[in-house]
């Protein structure tokens, strides 16, 4: 696989975690976005840590909801 192709994949790979994120917990895809590039998981997804990028795109979006709403809860204490 190129750079070229890894990039496009990881592109693919970002713009659908973001859409199941919206569709699943019901919220904005600029919402979406905003908690998907505010995540540590984007960034292990990037860096390709442990293959997260061949993870299902709801199971990631699931992850990183309960990541954002356990930073929410942390926020509030």
Not at 9 to 24: D, E, H, P, R, T
Not at 71 to 76: A, I, M, P, T, Y
């Amino acid at each position: 696989m190129t750079e070229v192709s890894k990039q496009i994949y990881k592109g693919i790979k970002c713009a659908n975690v973001i859409a199941a994120l919206s569709q699943m917990y019901n919220i904005t895809i600029e919402e979406a976005a905003d908690i998907y590039y505010n995540s540590s998981i984007a960034d292990l997804i990037e860096e390709g840590i442990a293959d997260l990028h061949c993870r299902s795109d709801k199971y990631l979006a699931t992850e990183i909801w309960d990541d954002y709403i356990n930073q929410k809860r942390k926020q509030k204490l």
